[in-house]
């Protein structure tokens, strides 16, 4: 049987080729039809053969490195890249992978185990020496030298091309409209699909900026093509995937005003995406700080009260990060959150998403007032007894001890309940640990107050 090198098949490399020889059709089909063609156009399939080059050397000079990878057995192969295994390390719900593959699905901003889809409680890697030597012997049994990855993906490698591509359309975002959306939509596309060219911003202190020059000075948003700014405010949400680019991004002036701006003024994907990147920016607590002190709250609430499906969720997720800090959960009552949750939750859209918020919101003063004024507890102790969520039970369950604490005309709906339905009793006795806790707080105060009452 003919032995397969390893990488001569990676779909993410004969994707990158296929790619660069369509680009390079297109030039030359243009060189050729067209008298009048441009320089531009010879540079730029200069730079696409350039690149071929090197994704070809790349390639041969793996060949070397042959495995048996068809009769490779399935215990040694990464389950992302299905290939043989170099480096295995077990993540936190006790499955195998190749360290590359892994890093790079955590890299991207995943939480949970690709194989079993479980939420990772840590994100450690520990090498697995059991695998490892088995794959070692199988190897030195077949006379096959297992050596470490010098670089790992080649998404993650840039090459002079990129280099000289990116640089090229970053000056195009100065020039004529045209070619500022011919630009900004060919960024968008690399940006979502490569991983280098997200590390490029990097490289250059005033890249963002150019990249958003079409959208500053003097034109109000109105005026920017629809297009454009979705473009735009689309590739801003690709770099700040990227976890080097978080802090740059958000710290560059203008990009947390511009996607405000976008959520206001956007088309529905340019405002989902703009929030998107609210959420991706706010996983740093210095930008969390950042964006709730730039005002980012109330159009991210504005357009979770729109209730449009497309942006419902990508709003929910940015406030329920912002939120994490307490300065911006005064923010977040003070504009409008706690009615606009409730209203939603009440339709039933999105309850778990923001049930979480709300129990997070519940701690302010000013949010325990407004829920007392809309009927809040009624609706929060009906999802109990309806759902079958036991997060959901959970977070009601916080959010109404929070207003029996605080509220005390809101007793007469509790305990009305309790004679009812023992709505209340059956949580402490059948809920989650802290929904236990936190029900059986309830049911002592009510306790109380009807003791007391009894004695004098």
């Not at 995943?110 to 090498?127: A, E, F, G, I």
């Not at 976008?262 to 930008?287: P, V």
Request: glycine share 4%; charged share 25%; with cysteine.
């Amino acid at each position: 049987m003919a032995k397969t090198g390893v990488f001569d098949s990676n779909p993410t490399v004969m994707g990158k080729a296929m790619d660069l020889k369509r680009e390079l059709q297109k030039l030359i089909v243009a060189i050729i039809d067209d008298d009048n063609y441009s320089t531009d156009a010879i540079d730029q399939a200069k730079e696409i053969l350039c690149a071929l080059k090197e994704l070809k050397l790349r390639k041969r000079s793996r060949s070397s490195n042959l495995y048996e990878n068809l009769i490779c057995p399935d215990e040694f192969r990464c389950p992302l890249s299905t290939e043989l295994m170099r480096d295995p390390v077990v993540v936190s719900t006790g499955e195998t992978f190749d360290r590359p593959f892994i890093q790079k699905w955590l890299k991207s901003g995943n939480r949970t185990c690709p194989r079993t889809q479980q939420v990772l409680s840590h994100t450690n890697l520990t090498p697995n020496h059991l695998i490892r030597g088995m794959i070692s012997r199988w190897c030195s049994s077949r006379g096959i030298e297992l050596q470490d990855r010098v670089h790992y993906l080649d998404d993650d490698i840039i090459t002079e091309a990129d280099r000289g591509r990116f640089h090229r359309l970053i000056e195009k975002m100065s020039a004529t409209l045209p070619e500022q959306k011919a630009a900004a939509k060919e960024l968008r596309m690399l940006t979502k699909r490569m991983p280098s060219f997200r590390a490029l911003f990097g490289e250059s202190h005033d890249a963002i900026s150019l990249l958003l020059s079409p959208l500053c000075g003097d034109k109000s948003q109105s005026s920017v093509h629809a297009d454009l700014q979705e473009d735009l405010i689309t590739t801003l949400l690709n770099l700040s995937i990227h976890d080097n680019n978080k802090k740059l991004v958000s710290e560059t002036p203008r990009v947390v005003p511009l996607l405000m701006e976008a959520l206001r003024s956007g088309t529905m994907e340019t405002r989902s995406n703009a929030a998107a990147a609210l959420f991706t920016l706010s996983a740093l607590d210095s930008n969390k700080v950042l964006i709730g002190k730039a005002g980012a709250l109330k159009p991210l609430i504005d357009l979770l009260d729109e209730g449009h499906p497309l942006s419902i969720k990508d709003a929910a997720s940015a406030i329920f990060n912002l939120c994490i800090i307490h300065e911006n959960k005064a923010r977040a009552v003070r504009d409008g959150a706690v009615r606009v949750l409730l209203k939603k939750i009440m339709n039933q859209m999105h309850v778990d998403e923001l049930l979480a918020i709300l129990a997070m919101l519940s701690n302010h003063p000013k949010s325990i007032e407004e829920m007392g004024e809309l009927r809040a507890v009624h609706s929060l102790l009906r999802i109990i007894r309806e759902s079958t969520c036991s997060r959901n039970k959970e977070n009601c369950i916080v959010i109404i001890h929070a207003i029996c604490l605080y509220d005390r005309t809101q007793w007469k709906d509790m305990r009305e309940e309790e004679k009812c339905y023992r709505t209340i009793s059956e949580l402490a006795q059948n809920g989650t640990s802290r929904a236990k806790r936190k029900a059986s707080g309830i049911l002592d105060r009510l306790n109380r107050v009807v003791n007391t009452t009894h004695t004098t």
